[in-house]
């Protein structure tokens, strides 16, 4: 099953903190004072009636909430960590996603320092109050159930709490920590329901409280919170139904009657997205999944096709299939057709130049098994013209997205295979070669 997933910087809005710089020191105890004070001010049956009270309650847990990170900020140089907060108490290297860091312990919390001296995360190992973003929420909810006239305090407070938990989630993100990033995701979304709140309803979160489920690999979940999003027309420009048939099908495994479902939702998403290939893909799997002919998808885009013959995505979406079949020479008139329609669509041209390295692996592997035959020098070239074919569409495709490693990979593994062929080439071979080495390096 094939899972092509938005990169993270376009299917995930990260949150990390971004608070104003107080030189203050943490004063846990107090802290937890407050809480104690306010755990006796709720048990009194008189001041718990008053909103106020838990106005006051939730404060006091944000406060003990951000008692260690409200001084940092995504970014922030190294030396002013330690102008701030002093010296750490311990310096090791950590690794992260294979990427490396320097942990800097402050005893209560850690922070993870990149290579160019930045601050990019934290985790907070001894919390002031545990679960304290928790009660703040229950408290400004009480405090606008005693009395509605405090919308302006716990609209504000409850707006900080929203902050905090998508700064929370992009932390544990970074953390790769997706459990817990799904769970402060989702909490933003219902606090943007919550009346006290009385704000937009929190689409994206509850979009990135799906994706992070579905790496969390919990599919139940992310399957629910996906569908939520899809009720609120939070589509992610189709690939929502890309995440949310992963999830689909990693939650029902073998069961093919409870996979076919999934073609309902994705049939949606082929109406409301014709020309993403993400859904295409997900379709084309699930009618193999299934046992069914994927060619059924094609009579679907090309109805579309036929309504709006100029819509270049309609043409992407039914190349994307016929590719999927193999019917390479379908898919190359179906690209040919978008950059007819829109000539700086960069994909459609990266897309040809793929077809027809395909078309010449295919070729390739049949003429290797005439080695030694009379036509096999003239059926060499045959591939060799074909991979040359490929070289101007890869051109024109780095031309319109010059920063794409991927086309430039591709000029230098087809212009290393025909080197031979012209000094042209080999000029070419050169250029490429080396701008993907300083590309990589990058």
């Known amino acids: 099953m094939k899972k092509t997933f938005l990169t993270i910087a376009a299917a995930l809005v990260m949150c990390l903190p971004t608070f104003a710089q107080q030189q203050q020191k943490v004063d846990p105890a107090a802290l937890q004072k407050k809480i104690e004070k306010s755990d006796l001010d709720v048990a009194n049956e008189k001041k718990a009636a008053k909103a106020s009270t838990w106005v006051k309650r939730a404060e006091a847990m944000m406060a003990a909430e951000n008692a260690y990170t409200s001084q940092i900020y995504d970014n922030m ?80 407070g409850l707006q900080n709490v929203a902050n905090t938990l998508g700064k929370n989630a992009g932390n544990s993100y970074f953390l790769r920590d997706f459990a817990s990033a ?129 819509n270049a995505m309609l043409w992407y979406g039914l190349g994307a299939i016929y590719k999927e079949l193999k019917k390479y020479d379908e898919a190359m008139s179906a690209f040919n057709k978008v950059v007819e329609l829109n000539p700086n669509n960069a994909l459609a041209y990266y897309y040809i130049g793929n077809l027809y390295v395909l078309k010449g692996d295919e070729l390739n592997d049949q003429v290797s098994n005439s080695w030694g035959s009379e036509t096999y020098k003239e059926d060499m070239q045959r591939v060799l013209n074909l991979y040359g074919q490929s070289i101007a569409p890869f051109e024109k495709a780095h031309e319109l997205m010059p920063q794409e490693i991927a086309f430039v990979e591709y000029l230098k593994v087809v212009t290393f295979r025909l080197r031979n062929e012209s000094p042209e080439i080999q000029a070419k071979f050169d250029k490429y070669n080396e701008l993907f080495k300083q590309m990589n390096a990058q």
Do not use: H
């Not at 009480?142 to 509605?148: I, R, S, T």
């Not at 992070?212 to 139940?220: R, S, V």
């Open 182 to 310: 799904a769970d402060y995701f989702e909490k933003a979304y219902e606090v943007s329901l919550m009346p006290a709140a009385e704000m937009p309803v929190d689409t994206l979160s509850i979009f990135n409280a799906g994706f992070t489920a579905y790496f969390a690999k919990q599919y139940e979940r992310s399957v629910k919170d996906l569908l939520i999003a899809e009720q609120y027309g939070y589509y992610q420009e189709g690939d929502l139904y890309n995440v949310l048939y992963n999830s689909f099908r990693s939650l029902c495994g073998e069961d093919k009657v409870k996979l076919a479902e999934a073609k309902e939702f994705l049939l949606r998403g082929l109406k409301l997205f014709p020309g993403n290939a993400n859904v295409i893909t997900c379709l084309t799997d699930l009618y193999l999944a299934l046992g069914e002919n994927p060619e059924a998808v094609v009579p679907m885009v090309q109805e579309a096709i036929a309504k709006e013959p100029e």
């Open 77 to 156: 140089e190294a030396n002013m960590v330690q102008l701030m907060l002093g010296k750490p108490k311990g310096v090791e290297d950590a690794t992260i996603e294979n990427t490396p860091y320097l942990k800097m312990n402050y005893g209560a919390f850690n922070l993870y320092i990149s290579s160019d001296q930045k601050v990019k995360g934290w985790e907070v190992v001894k919390p002031v109050y545990e679960g304290a973003i928790d009660k703040a929420i229950e408290a400004y909810g009480k405090a606008y159930e005693l009395d509605a006239k405090m919308l302006k305090k716990t609209k504000l």
